[in-house]
């Protein structure tokens, strides 16, 4: 059974930082392209940050330069490094993982398809509210 177990979110001020973390259970973790995607209030969710299996990321440009995704295979972890957060951050983070496998690298590009896009074959995790708010 895939997990996907969230933490590290809550409040920050304008130009802080803060470090989610996600760690996955229940498949090989090595394998499959995992992210983050953010829904802000009213808005719909979007794709944030998307890492492959060979570590090619994927940044929507609202976060380029500030955030930074990151994985750790041997323990299964997923990281985003939020740094400079401004109140457009708001929002619930949502980390995922596309539940297609690749061996042994997933093919160019597959980072920002995955990123692009909320209906492919994903599992989420619960989600961990971010305010930034002074």
């Known amino acids: 059974q895939v997990q996907l177990v969230e933490s590290g979110g809550g409040l920050a001020q304008p130009g802080g930082s803060l470090r989610l973390s996600c760690v996955a259970s229940?498949?090989?973790?090595?394998?499959?392209?995992t992210g983050w995607f953010r829904q802000a209030p009213g808005k719909e969710r979007e794709g944030i940050a998307c890492?492959?299996?060979?570590?090619?990321?994927y940044y929507v440009d609202s976060v380029k330069g500030r955030f930074t995704i990151s994985r750790d295979n041997a323990k299964s972890t997923v990281y985003l490094q939020m740094d400079n957060l401004n109140p457009e951050d708001t929002g619930v983070y949502y980390c995922?993982?596309?539940?297609?496998?690749?061996?042994?690298?997933?093919?160019?590009?597959?980072?920002?398809?995955?990123?692009?896009?909320?209906?492919?074959?994903?599992?989420w995790g619960q989600g961990t509210q971010v305010t930034i708010s002074s």
């Open positions: 229940g498949f090989r973790f090595d394998a499959h392209v």
């Open positions: 995922m993982t596309d539940l297609a496998g690749w061996s042994p690298y997933a093919p160019p590009g597959v980072a920002r398809t995955v990123c692009s896009t909320t209906k492919g074959a994903y599992s």
């Open positions: 890492i492959s299996t060979d570590d090619t990321t």
